[in-house]
């Protein structure tokens, strides 16, 4: 993926162009696809609006991965990526559509990791480094492909449910890409693509378009197969200065524990995990503060402990502790405050 400067600005204004063409027919392509989003009490949107804000990431993704096919600039990883994240666009599309029931979207993402899985041991969690112990733990191929698996659905699923409110989960996604491009330039280039997903995050923001399922499903599954591939990358060639367990679990924590939160509190209400609600953090946030300010809060809250864990001010196992120690107190204060 070792795209020149000029390359990167020539793309991202092909992008920019394809992002005003489709913003200028957002209502006719929408209305012709079936993608639009009505509104319900279930919803915190007031109007129906369309579907289509993933569309021009998704061309232009397209058009990145073509180049680099036809400029012979790939691998099998490269190839397992793009199949693994036009996949999970195609079941989002078919969500959006047809509002498939989570069964039916399990078996779907299962599948398509499994084919990924099988295809290449790159893409496979094998190896697991902790910085706490200073271990690298092995396990079986087995049960590398079903961590990987789980692994993966939980990440798809906890942006899934993040996807609530304009612009949070596109800016979650913006955050996570800026920073595997940061901390790992030399095996990917997501430049274009972060400056078109900072510009989609805008006009979302505004409730001109949503992502949809199409979207969520497909920024979270490249956003997972790329740390996958990147963890693997670095634990080979810089295994004493490798990323660890705990690195990326304090960049997934959020949304993972605000996942973890919902699961237990429906089950325990003996409701369905995957049933929807407005109890999410983003939820009881936007009861308290504005739409803004709920962004803000619910960004920094991803930022400040990987910013914390990059510049080392403390062991990364404290700053998952003191986290979610400020993560079970909000939750306290705000429902309080409700």
């Not at 489709?22 to 392509?29: C, L, P, Q, S």
């Not at 969500?95 to 295809?119: C, E, P, Q, R, V």
Request: proline content about 2%.
């Amino acid at each position: 993926m070792d795209l020149n400067l000029n390359f990167n600005f020539i793309i991202t204004i092909i992008g920019i162009i394809i992002f005003v063409l489709i913003k200028k027919n957002n209502k006719f392509i929408s209305e012709k696809l079936g993608l639009i989003d009505y509104a319900s009490k279930e919803k915190i949107h007031e109007k129906n609006t369309s579907l289509i804000a993933i569309f021009p990431f998704f061309i232009l993704f397209l058009i990145i991965h073509l180049f680099l096919f036809f400029n012979y600039q790939y691998n099998i990883d490269t190839i397992l990526i793009f199949v693994f994240a036009i996949g999970s666009f195609l079941i989002g599309i078919f969500d959006d559509k047809k509002n498939l029931g989570y069964s039916i979207k399990f078996i779907f993402f299962g599948a398509l990791i499994l084919f990924i899985l099988l295809m290449s041991n790159n893409l496979l969690l094998e190896r697991f480094y902790f910085s706490t112990f200073n271990k690298l733990f092995l396990i079986g191929e087995l049960n590398s492909t079903l961590v990987t698996t789980l692994c993966l659905l939980l990440l798809i699923n906890a942006i899934n449910l993040s996807d609530g409110i304009n612009g949070l989960c596109s800016g979650i996604i913006l955050i996570w890409l800026l920073y595997f491009q940061i901390n790992f330039d030399q095996y990917i280039n997501l430049y274009p693509l972060i400056a078109l997903l900072f510009i989609t995050t805008i006009f979302i923001y505004k409730g001109i378009f949503f992502l949809g399922n199409a979207g969520s499903h497909f920024l979270s599954s490249y956003v997972g197969i790329i740390s996958i591939y990147c963890y693997n990358q670095n634990l080979d060639i810089y295994f004493n200065k490798s990323l660890s367990v705990e690195d990326i679990f304090i960049v997934f924590m959020l949304p993972g524990f605000d996942m973890l939160r919902l699961f237990i509190v429906r089950i325990s209400n003996k409701k369905n995990p995957f049933s929807s609600d407005l109890n999410h953090l983003h939820h009881l946030l936007i009861k308290k503060f504005s739409l803004i300010e709920t962004l803000i809060i619910y960004i920094l809250s991803i930022v400040l402990p990987i910013l914390a864990n990059h510049f080392e001010l403390m062991p990364s196992y404290l700053i998952i502790l003191i986290f979610g120690t400020f993560y079970l107190f909000g939750l306290y204060s705000l429902k309080k405050i409700n």
